[in-house]
């Protein structure tokens, strides 16, 4: 059912994980502020359920207008379920890293393409910039642009230094700013953020098993992406691997956070979320395929009554 389903593009899958986004994040708002409703929490609430709806879309516009899949909602379906079994209302700071990390994604991709390459490696360095600072180790994601640069067929030299140049910019600018606003240089010693190996929040009956589950299925998914990658045409193979890549990155990116409130792993679910995606679209067992998606968004609602 599922997999039929969600096999095909159709306006109608958007509709229905767009409600479905609505009744689980409404859900946790009621849970999170004690079902204490007021204006603030409401606003709260609707600020992240449009914040969800927009990267679902976001990362639809990425998938199909680079040909990362097939012509199919599964990698969205998998995104959301994946994003919804995060408590993102403890952290709105990570919700709007995510977003500037899709729209740096977009111009990323889309290099694939000989058109406008100084605009689009310029922009990717902005929303790079701006995700790492509100979460700093988005930061890593500059080797997944540098990567794409390097798998352009044609890359003057000049290519690799306007990620260099597009930051120098930003941080006088960003200088200029704190300087006016708090008359102080600290914001620098505040924005790096110190690496953290406590790994205790994840020792929870609700975050062990996605986590466990969510890696299992990606080491299996990305096995299976590598061992095809004889069959991928040569014109798609960069953007093929670079996801890959973006997956090896945003698990560190997860891995690397200072405070571990599990939301980090927002990153890590947008590569995911494509290369699973693939797998699911491949010939496989069908019965299989449809325990996997039934599991995939069973999580989302498990997860609410789990602490």
Same mark, same amino acid.
């Given at each position: 059912?599922?997999?039929?389903?969600?096999?095909?593009?159709?306006?109608?899958?958007?509709?229905?994980?767009?409600?479905?986004?609505?009744?689980?994040?409404?859900?946790?708002?009621?849970?999170?502020?004690?079902?204490?409703?007021?204006?603030?929490?409401?606003?709260?609430?609707?600020?992240?359920?449009?914040?969800?709806?927009?990267?679902?879309?976001?990362?639809?516009?990425?998938?199909?207008?680079?040909?990362?899949?097939?012509?199919?909602?599964?990698?969205?379906?998998?995104?959301?379920?994946?994003?919804?079994?995060?408590?993102?209302?403890?952290?709105?700071?990570?919700?709007?890293?995510?977003?500037?990390?899709?729209?740096?994604?977009?111009?990323?991709?889309?290099?694939?393409?000989?058109?406008?390459?100084?605009?689009?490696?310029?922009?990717?360095?902005?929303?790079?910039?701006?995700?790492?600072?509100?979460?700093?180790?988005?930061?890593?994601?500059f080797g997944a642009l540098y990567l794409a640069i390097?798998?352009?067929?044609?890359?003057?030299?000049?290519?690799?230094?306007?990620?260099? &140049?597009?930051?120098?910019?930003?941080?006088?600018?960003?200088?200029?700013?704190?300087?006016?606003?708090?008359?102080?240089?600290?914001?620098?010693?505040?924005?790096?953020?110190?690496?953290?190996?406590?790994?205790?929040?994840?020792?929870?009956?609700?975050?062990?098993?996605?986590?466990?589950?969510?890696?299992?299925?990606?080491?299996?998914? &990305?096995?299976?992406?590598?061992?095809?990658?004889?069959?991928?045409?040569?014109?798609?193979?960069?953007?093929?691997?670079? &996801?890959?890549?973006?997956?090896?990155?945003?698990?560190?990116?997860?891995?690397?956070?200072?405070?571990?409130?599990?939301?980090?792993?927002?990153?890590?679910?947008?590569?995911?979320? &494509?290369?699973?995606?693939?797998?699911?679209?491949?010939?496989?067992?069908?019965?299989?395929?449809?325990?996997?998606?039934?599991?995939?968004m069973a999580m989302p609602i498990i997860s609410l009554?789990?602490?």
């Open positions: 059912m599922l997999t039929s389903f969600f096999g095909k593009s159709s306006p109608v899958n958007f509709l229905l994980l767009s409600i479905f986004i609505v009744v689980v994040r409404t859900v946790q708002a009621i849970l999170f502020f004690k079902g204490s409703f007021g204006w603030t929490p409401a606003f709260v609430l609707l600020g992240h359920i449009l914040a969800s709806v927009f990267a679902m879309l976001l990362l639809d516009f990425i998938i199909r207008k680079n040909a990362l899949t097939q012509s199919h909602t599964l990698g969205i379906f998998v995104f959301c379920c994946w994003m919804l079994c995060l408590p993102v209302l403890e952290s709105w700071q990570m919700a709007v890293a995510q977003l500037f990390i899709l729209l740096a994604l977009r111009r990323i991709f889309s290099l694939s393409s000989d058109k406008k390459d100084e605009k689009k490696i310029l922009d990717a360095t902005l929303w790079i910039l701006l995700a790492s600072y509100f979460y700093f180790w988005s930061i890593l994601f390097s798998n352009k067929n044609q890359k003057p030299f000049r290519y690799f230094f306007i990620p260099i &140049v597009g930051a120098l910019g930003m941080l006088l600018l960003a200088t200029a700013f704190f300087f006016i606003k708090e008359n102080s240089m600290q914001w620098m010693s505040r924005w790096p953020e110190h690496i953290s190996l406590n790994y205790t929040p994840y020792a929870s009956s609700k975050m062990i098993g996605f986590i466990a589950f969510l890696l299992a299925l990606f080491s299996w998914a &990305v096995t299976f992406r590598l061992s095809n990658l004889g069959e991928v045409a040569r014109k798609v193979k960069g953007n093929y691997l670079l &996801v890959v890549y973006l997956g090896i990155m945003g698990l560190f990116a997860t891995l690397f956070s200072e405070v571990k409130s599990t939301v980090e792993w927002l990153f890590f679910i947008i590569p995911a979320a &494509v290369i699973i995606a693939g797998y699911l679209e491949k010939k496989g067992e069908r019965w299989f395929k449809e325990l996997l998606l039934w599991l995939i009554f789990l602490r």
